[in-house]
């Protein structure tokens, strides 16, 4: 393998940049010509490739975002989409691909790879934490952190006011993010997608605090069973009529994405990167390199995708009593 | 003068415990009794008034939120609920004020005032730098800085998709913290209340801008009125029509309010603190201790509530020019 | 098992106030009281035993150092003061006690279960990560971000300048926090007491790099053989003569030590803290709880003291490949 | 004018990069090229010179550093130096110069129009704020935010274990940055090369502190005339002996210089890089575009150089007042 190319695809996380910099300098390590695929498979489609050289990489480690960009593409849902591709790939030369996101692009990488037989190994990088086969992806300790320093300014403000506070971050079928969240941001209450609380439960939750709380913070994954965060505050107020007590919300929303990536993110982010390559140079394809209990381990696309991960019993157990 | 009261009021604001913190100082420092009012006026009614020590407030300069809290009093709003106030005060021998809040805590401190003739002076709390009689308010840095923070995370993930993304900041009735945001924030459009920006030119400027950006970020004041960023970008999305442009909204809400005050709120909130109590012991009152071109100045409560504070021409212009 | 007392001793990490809330809230949950000593084993022999309640560790989950202070202890090394402690424990009918901190921290533990048996389960609480029995500390990642982010303001004014700059990072025997900042901060170069650099070596490296790169960075640990920072800096100054290159020394120090702690380590804590009293409550002594593979794992002080943690391999490579 | 050129020169500070975006833009504007010289007076002797575009100042605006580099040159101070300097501006046709640095880069600047009469027109570019002229320079606000955030963390370890910290900020003939970290971080005592606080006296306050606080801060300005932080900390200390105190020290250093900058620091570098490049068009010249009192003053190089910029005494009563 002499020629492998680089493209970042789905939702933006912190620390793709990082990975994509240790896609690139290992690359350049083995002697193979890195290419960088600027919007995802769109731009593959479109043949929008250019040769990376160490430095195209330089000072991009601590950056947000994702220096080769990202795009939706309805054209690579189709097979002549996917033919165009491939051909735009073979004019170059290339002969591996390392993919950085979440679901839908391992989904795309793996019809890919069945239909042109390209090597093609994956690095998980989304906020959501929800990819099977890997511990955490890339920019999920960052979106986690970032949520919970907008947690600790509402919950000033919540305990000035003594108002019950209710806060939607990221998460459309994982909880992970709002468990971390509640857990470090001491909340009262989490709600996740993971598990039933009925309104019900969340008025006599919040009732049974008033004695020994004047304010609460309730974080909602935007998954949740029950509706967004404002949904819910609107059926948990309308449960406190006649009771001097103030209800807010506030939506956490795309800052969650952005943002220098922290430690956690920029190491696993380039463990990622690095396995990628590597893991093409010692034949691994249609897989994942994720990192479990501290080792690289190659999951092949198909349970990365079916497989899901679940929320893990002692944080929710951990969340609750702590939250006395 | 001996004993004085010091209390917080209306939305809470970063630097406000800095700013109850010299206020406790200076008293003790002129051997002043100073006594702390929780829960602003509903407090005062109720009694809810204890002795401060040096102690008392002792690692709070760097706290976001109230030390003393805040809270919506009704009763305040009627004769009689003043009255009582009155009387709380006095059986604690309370003979001078230190009101620290926005337009209506000075408007209910006026009120006051004239009904009951105690010397009170305000010190400017509020986020939203809509208070005439100083060049800042206690918290407007902070705020400022916390949502520039977080429109450069979004900027990442905007750069990322190539998106327009419209942000909506604090400021009812006034465009100060979306206009220093825009300038710092490096922002394509800013739509304040005070200038009228008719969604005909949003439009026109987004579509300018698309052969020289890729992506771009309006920040809108909440009290803008044209409506919030949510139902602007409706709006303006709906004239995109047929085009591959994506729209996204965001609200920072009150992560503005909260955190750890910049060392302007600090400085701010401490000079505004240490002139109230000096300026109460030379015989001010009716009045806010606010700093003009960097100096304390004195202005009656009636100016501060009633005279509006305009928003600088250069800094439009700057926003303006800059974002070519 | 119906009371048990918490305390922190040796050098304080953020993350300590969150196991304390968490030793403090399980306590109650299972319906023991729970003790605070103040300022480790020196309050012990004085002691400055509190009774703690739920909210008497409330609100403190976001912040840097420890309530419960924490000091040296002289006597505590002698016969005489451990004698004094434990009368001072049996006062307060004190069954189970839960120790907060590193390598002499649980030394001391060790001995004074050994003479005393009064059960006791230690946390791992420092910032160094240098305890073997757990993954990581608690206040590891916070002192890494932290160093991550001063790192990244040095590299713009080292970028700024073209200077080589020497960072010098806690760790006293080991390189763990130089080694994520190095990979994290994509530093040119790492220093760390396991492995000899020589400065041949660094020389060697650093006039390698002159083609590529106009700035670098070295990230020190304080521990290192050959020096600190700036006695290293000195040393490979003196083989650039002639050469015009600006060399800068920064020692990072104990900010590294304070500050808000990451989500990481919030959760790390609490974890720690609900593990130890549950342990407690199950017969676990003499043993320190540490997450390893995501698993609370008891294992004895023996080993937590003598056993080492050596340095991951593939952490130093991958920072080697990445900083060409 | 048609063509102008920008450089930055002595040492960098957060917002240099917002005054470039400034001049860039603004000269774009008003129609005219501008060019970026790199590594400020050096650059300008060996014609490292480059058309700007307003592209090339996107996304800089958030970044500490300078774009264009800075370095010292000894070659600048000499006749042949500058008359080189004038050559290469020549060949390009620059006729206006937009300098942005401290004293010593304006210093050059003089002495260059003196002799060449090249229009010239500074930006105060210095964290220090030690220049006359204006308010506060470019990279203040940021510094002190930085050292304060610092401060605050180091606060957390200070009153974990009841020590006495030295910090030593930034500010070789100046207070500025101390004093404002002193208020700001609720330091017991502040050191500034503008005031005589003598050993006895610092001995005195901290002894007299002993009963009323545990853990004690001094903030040390480098140039004080005891000596740096470490220097007085050990001086002191020995008047300590045989008290059980521990002290420490911490000097923060470059930290200070980068980071990405406030708003205060992205607005005042723009104001002023706009004010710059309009100065030259309206025809001033030989002199710095400052802020006062809100308000463009160009004031010129030579006032801006020798006159010193005094401490303001409210500060230093303000802080020394509330550390009670």
Known sequence: ???????????DSPGMNACIRAVVRTGIYHEIDVYGIMYGYDGMIHGNIRKMQSHSVSNILQRGGTILKSARSEAFRTKEGRKK??????????????AIGGDGTFTGAKIFFEEFGLPTVGCPGTIDNDIFGTDYTIGFDTAVNTALEAIDKIRDTAAAHDRIF????????????????????????VMVPETTTTIDEVVKSLKGLRKSKTSSIVIVAEGD??????????????RFKGEDKEFKVTTLGHIQRGGSPTAKDRILGSRSGMAAVEGLLKGESNCMAGIINDQVIYSPFDACINKSK??????LRLQELLSI
């Open 85 to 98: 591709a491939y051909e735009e790939l073979s004019k170059h030369g290339i002969e591996g691909l390392v």
């Open 310 to 315: 679940p929320l893990k019993d002692e944080y």
């Open 1 to 11: 393998m002499k020629k492998i190319a680089v493209f970042t695809s789905g939702g």
């Open 166 to 189: 209710f806060i939607e971050v990221m998460g459309r079928d994982s909880g992970y993010i709002a468990i971390e969240c509640g857990i470090g941001g001491g909340a009262e209450l």
């Open 225 to 238: 069973e029950e509706g967004g965060a404002a949904e819910i505050m609107d059926k948990v107020k309308s």
